[in-house]
């Protein structure tokens, strides 16, 4: 906790956007009769000889997504928050919790009380000018979500924990000359000379003949594969169905538009930059230093701390609060600050102002009334699916429910899961795409229920009447397509071929040009053995050429058909003193990487020794409905 801590008072606005990157996954959700408890008389997690009940897991869960609701405006369903691994991360977290603890009471490790103290005592987050500051502290652990005694229990733990891992790990680093070695085989670069012989620029083999095609057939078969086709029937309701006569008064298009007012009111926004120090003395510095002409966040960097460009912020999104007074009050882009916060002193720095401005009604009279519109449609359909819903409840068919109903009856298919024909090309129903998905979830002749599509689109209700298996159709059916595959496969030998023989050439050291003819050639930019972002260089280049010495040559498939003969032209080694600030990004990656398998290694040492067992269907009985 004390490290979360730590870290918010120097890069907030980094923890910020990264809880709003994971609440984007997680849904708004109440806690109370959502989660039952079942079977509470069994053990939900045993390490060694703790046992920790579905009560302790559940609540866990909970506390896990109680921080995340906070800022949560997601609207997804249990089962969906669980696919998205917050259970599986909250069982995780128990399971090496209890092992490090099992651990520490072994090794007869604890936290004395002095010690806790003297590290929430020296924490920077806790205080002010110098000195702990225990209203800041209190203020720190409200705004966390946690009272004293959870906070200190739950700092005490990760005292020992990090304790405990340290001791396995602490100072670990990669050996230089294992680094050395693994970054020049990783760095090292390759310029190739290439020509390309497209496939669709060989010469037409023309039509096979029905012994050639039967032939070319029956050893392709998989590849003519015809889909899962179904066929059924649906009710599809809409707003725009309902929406022809809907004319708003002007009047209720004014009313509508005071009301949203605020909506179409576009608030003051500057650019803004900012930096967090621990004490003000160091930020009434680094503020000097940057008034006489330093850089902002070259000098952040050279401080120990670092700059963090908050984008375009309003008053009330700027994520300090104690910022938005002097930051919207400065007259002009400029440095502002330090000023003090719950999270250290803050010194900002305005680029850019962009004045506020407001939309009058003339600019969005067009989207009031479409929304208006949309609004009564959307009331006029409810009673209708309501309606329908009744219908199909009380047993009528989805044909008796829309001849009483007086509604469209929509034939689909056949068609398969992305809505295709048989000759797989879009069928053109005029149906959604989630009736298509339904049509191929349901069972054939389940009863149809109403339901709604996303984004108050409107309700539908399915029925799969036909399910056709995936199989091969007969050949005279998708001959064509059967004698377009060959010709394609032929083009591609040929193609090949030309290949294979400006191998050959290149081989024994002709010029790039005089090989390549009519077909293009190039000399492509340095590549390392696996290609990275950004990389114009064929995939399946770098795995060919590295084993080759310069001037040799060898032909390379290019996923898209066309056949490349490639020659070699030069190596470039990697250089570790050249390349510094990759070789020390690399040593660093490697010893994160090292870290990790050791506190792995030393995980499945301690599950080994103690023993876990985790009793998911008892976890996952809690959720039933």
């Known amino acids: 906790m004390l490290e979360t801590l730590r870290k918010n008072s120097q890069h907030w606005i980094i923890k910020i956007l990264f809880g709003l990157l994971i609440l984007s996954f997680v849904v708004l959700f109440g806690t109370g009769d959502m989660l039952k408890l079942r079977f509470a008389g069994q053990s939900a997690i045993t390490v060694g000889s703790a046992e920790i009940g579905p009560r302790e897991v559940l609540e866990r869960f909970r506390q896990q997504a109680q921080r995340l609701i906070a800022m949560s405006k997601g609207k997804f369903t249990m089962d969906q928050i669980r696919q998205l691994g917050v259970l599986d991360s909250t069982i995780d977290q128990m399971v090496s919790s209890a092992l490090l603890e099992q651990e520490a009471a072994q090794l007869k490790l604890f936290v004395s009380d002095d010690t806790l103290r003297q590290m929430i005592y020296k924490e920077p987050a806790f205080q002010s000018n110098g000195k702990f500051d225990k209203m800041r502290y209190e203020q720190a652990l409200n705004n966390a979500g946690l009272s004293e005694a959870m906070f200190l229990a739950e700092e005490r733990t990760n005292i020992l924990h990090d304790g405990l891992l340290n001791a396995v790990s602490g100072g670990v680093q990669a050996p230089a000359s294992t680094v050395e070695l693994m970054f020049r085989h990783a760095y090292e670069q390759r310029v190739a000379e290439i020509i390309t012989f497209p496939a669709d620029k060989m010469t037409d083999p023309g039509k096979p003949d029905d012994t050639v095609l039967k032939t070319f057939f029956d050893s392709h078969k998989n590849d003519f594969l015809a889909p899962e086709m179904r066929s059924g029937v649906a009710i599809v309701l809409r707003p725009e169905d309902y929406a022809g006569d809907i004319k708003p008064a002007d009047a209720d298009i004014e009313k509508a538009y005071k009301a949203r007012e605020a909506e179409f009111v576009q608030p003051e926004r500057r650019t803004v930059s900012t930096v967090s120090f621990a004490d003000e003395a160091k930020a009434k510095a680094f503020v000097a230093a940057v008034k006489s002409g330093k850089d902002f966040a070259a000098e952040a960097k050279a401080e120990g701390s670092e700059a963090v460009d908050m984008g375009a912020v309003e008053p009330k999104t700027i994520p300090v609060p104690e910022l938005a007074q002097p930051v919207f009050a400065a007259p002009s882009p400029g440095i502002v600050g330090p000023v003090q916060s719950g999270l250290g002193w803050q010194v900002a720095k305005i680029s850019a102002i962009q004045g506020g401005k407001s939309k009058p009604l003339a600019e969005v009279r067009a989207l009031i009334i479409s ?55 879009p069928a053109g129903t005029p149906v959604p795409a989630a009736v298509i998905s339904a049509l191929f979830q349901a069972a054939k002749g389940d009863s149809p229920n109403v339901e709604k599509l996303d984004g108050d689109a409107g309700y539908y209700a399915v029925r799969t009447d036909e399910v056709t298996a995936p199989a091969v159709p007969a050949l005279d059916k998708i001959k064509d397509r059967v004698s377009a595959a060959w010709a394609m496969e032929e083009r591609q030998r040929a193609a090949r071929k030309l290949a294979e023989a400006a191998v050959e050439r290149l081989n024994k050291g002709e010029a790039l040009a005089a090989v390549a003819g009519a077909f293009h050639a190039e000399t492509t930019a340095a590549f390392r053995r696996v290609a990275g972002q950004g990389s114009t260089v064929l995939v399946t280049l770098p795995s060919a050429m590295f084993p080759l010495k310069p001037g040799q040559a060898a032909v390379v498939d290019d996923p898209s058909g066309a056949a490349i003969a490639a020659r070699l032209k030069t190596i470039l080694p990697a250089d570790p003193k050249e390349q510094a600030m990759a070789f020390l990004n690399a040593r660093d990656e490697f010893a994160k990487s090292l870290d990790g398998d050791i506190m792995t290694s030393y995980r499945q040492a301690l599950t080994k020794d103690l023993g876990v067992k985790v009793n998911r269907p008892l976890i996952d009985s809690q959720f039933e409905k």
């Open 371 to 425: 929304d208006l519109v949309k609004n009564e449609a959307q009331t006029r359909l409810y009673p209708v699916s309501t309606a329908l819903e009744d219908s199909l409840g009380s047993g009528a068919g989805l044909e008796e429910a829309a001849t009483s109903k007086g509604l469209k009856l929509i034939k689909i298919g056949p068609v398969d899961a992305q809505g295709n024909g048989p000759d797989g090309k």
